[in-house]
């Protein structure tokens, strides 16, 4: 119940997050008159036009007719994304990467001009694409998760995780700061959040509480502190930010011990006084 | 129930446009039927006027689909508040920009207190131009927009951050400006000289009709109206040509004078629009009945949501508008997918 309500907030958070108050959308009723007017079963065209749409550069160039569903501008949006994700290396998270990437699968680069908070909406596509990864490789069983104590798997999903990122490391610090932007940081906090949620439920969390917070807040530093030093690692395939990593785990686990025995020792604490107290009322 | 001004108007300029079409449906062969055709639609009107208040209590959205219809029909034959035939309407609008084409961007800062350069700014901003862009403006006679968006691809702020490569495509970019008016036009050439812009093959002067674009099909990567859309006769027929032209991924921006609801505001602004602006008119440009007809042309033109939905209807996705100055312009935008 948990996975789906994760799945169900990352395709929904995409595109929620493209909503802005001031400007008023009409909500769709291209589709709503269409079913009115026509008799084709909608939803199986679309289903098609779904499937034939994700094949780059197939589409015959005649004039629509009325018997072929238009495909969703949603969908549209996600593909131009998609490709513009390869010039990201060369251009940064920019406009002129999306331009390139609408020029890619041969849709007018107006297109971009329609997507709200531009740059934001390629990060945000990424980070989205990123944890939907994540997901399938947990689900797929690759990463032996079973085998490992819960401090190594923590430590090994944020390492899957990061190492998504590591092409674009070069432009990576031009993507934090559009993330750290005050119109950009619901969301950007929303997906981490999401991520961190899914790095607790993989590993079989059965926190509760302000434990259920904690833990999050913990491994939300872990993965933020791991993310910057990486920027800076120019090791071999990363070596020393996984080092870094592994001490970080290590310290919050410990750190959870000690918190422990804290609470233990004060709890002890609080009862000798109670009692010595009790003793001293009574006496009185 | 209180009717607002606006569904006044319509209401009795529908009825007497229904009874004018009547009589000369009498000439006609088909008369019974036109004759209860017509009926109809009279009747219509009025019950959509009723169930239109009752829906915008209800908030359906599906009301506006049979809106349309009505609307366009008023529109095509109105002339401001007076009612004119089809046929003589865009020989009515045309002799009005003739008349007012020399003064026009004077009084576009006398009646705007020069607002609007801030919303051709926010119209092209939105629009986010490129190089190697095919744009086409509509209406754009004078040229505002078309500069804007030149100078924004070309500017030098945004080639400092630009990849080298895109430089050749630079060379590519073409701004149609399109105008069924002559005089229009050649103001917007003089213009375009003297901002230094005339001799770039980059703008392209096209004298033609809205309703009848002679581009072909899904050449265009933008397409922007301002202020041109309230003046044509078939309001549709533009949409549907602005379908027709613009390539996939491509947009449809509209700037707009649109309609005021805000309680108080919107006393002001009849006030301002009905007792000053024709006067201004008489004062600076010695025409009082041009200006008089831009005021009126206003507040016959569709509300934003019936817009809205018409640039639905013809196609587009993605509708949306944003109001300025509390609703007194629009900004529609529409994607072709």
Not at chain 1, 240 to 255: G, H, N, S
Request: aromatic share 10%.
């Amino acid at each position: 119940m948990h996975r789906s309500a994760a799945k169900r907030l990352l395709h929904s958070s995409f595109f929620y997050a493209n909503q802005t108050s001031p400007i008023r959308t009409i909500a769709a009723p291209r589709f709503r008159f269409r079913f009115l007017a026509s008799t084709t079963p909608e939803p199986n065209d679309f289903n098609t036009r779904t499937s034939s749409s994700s094949t780059l550069g197939d589409r015959p160039s005649h004039t629509s007719t009325t018997s072929t569903p238009r495909a969703n501008y949603e969908e549209e949006q996600a593909r131009v994304l998609a490709a513009s994700l390869h010039h990201v290396i060369r251009l940064g998270w920019t406009e002129a990467a999306m331009i390139a990437g609408a020029r890619d699968v041969r849709v007018s680069p107006s297109i971009v001009g329609a997507i709200p908070r531009k740059e934001a909406a390629l990060v945000e596509y990424f980070m989205d694409e990123c944890l939907q990864k994540l997901i399938d490789k947990i689900d797929s069983g690759e990463l032996q998760l079973l085998d490992l104590v819960a401090s190594e798997r923590i430590a090994k999903l944020i390492k899957v995780r990061l190492q998504m990122q590591a092409p674009y490391i070069s432009k990576w610090p031009q993507a934090l700061s559009i993330q750290a932007q005050p119109s950009n940081i619901s969301t950007s906090f929303k997906q981490r959040a999401m991520l961190v949620d899914e790095f607790w439920h993989a590993s079989n969390d059965e926190g509760s509480g302000v434990d259920w917070y904690l833990k999050r807040t913990v491994v939300g530093g872990i993965y933020s502190t791991t993310e910057i030093y990486m920027l800076t690692d120019n090791s071999t395939d990363f070596e020393d930010t996984w080092i870094f990593l592994k001490e970080r785990v290590r310290d919050a686990f410990d750190l959870k011990k000690t918190f422990q025995e804290v609470k233990y020792f004060a709890e002890a604490v609080g009862a000798g006084l109670g009692s010595s107290l009790q003793g001293f009322a009574k006496k009185s | 129930m209180k009717t607002s001004f606006h569904e006044q108007v319509t209401l009795s300029s529908a009825r007497k446009m229904c009874e004018g079409l009547i009589a000369p449906a009498r000439m006609c062969l088909i008369v019974p039927l036109l004759e209860d055709y017509l009926n109809h639609i009279s009747c219509c009107i009025v019950k959509r006027m009723s169930v239109r208040m009752v829906a915008r209590r209800l908030g359906s959205k599906l009301l506006p689909r049979f809106a349309p219809a009505a609307t366009l029909h008023s529109h095509a034959t109105s002339f401001g508040f007076k009612e004119v035939n089809e046929e003589e309407k865009s020989q009515l609008v045309g002799n009005v920009f003739t008349k007012v084409a020399s003064n026009y961007d004077i009084m576009n800062d006398l009646m705007s207190g020069g607002l609007h350069r801030l919303w051709k700014d926010r119209l092209v901003s939105k629009l986010s131009p490129f190089p190697g862009m095919k744009h086409l403006d509509v209406a754009g006679g004078t040229g505002d927009v078309a500069f804007r968006i030149l100078e924004t691809i070309n500017s030098v702020n945004r080639r400092a951050k630009e990849d080298t490569l895109e430089d050749d495509l630079q060379e590519e970019t073409q701004i149609y400006v399109c105008d069924i008016n002559p005089n229009m036009l050649n103001v917007g050439k003089k213009r375009a000289q003297e901002r230094g812009l005339g001799d770039l093959g980059s703008l392209v002067w096209v004298e033609g009709d809205a309703e009848k674009l002679t581009f072909k099909d899904d050449s265009m990567d933008g397409y922007t109206i301002a202020f041109g859309i309230r003046n044509v006769t078939h309001i549709e027929k533009v949409l549907a040509q602005a379908y027709r032209v613009l390539k996939k991924g491509g947009r449809f921006l509209c700037l707009e004078l649109s309609h005021v609801d805000t309680p108080v505001f919107k006393q002001v602004y009849d006030y301002y629009s009905f007792s000053v602006i024709p006067v201004v008119g008489e004062l600076v440009a010695g025409d009082r009945d041009s200006y008089q007809y831009l005021v009126e042309s206003i507040r016959r033109f569709p509300p934003q949501e019936v817009f809205a939905s018409m640039i639905a209807d013809a196609g587009f996705q993605k509708v949306e508008y944003e109001n300025f100055v509390g609703g007194v312009v629009a900004i529609h935008s529409g994607l072709k997918i």
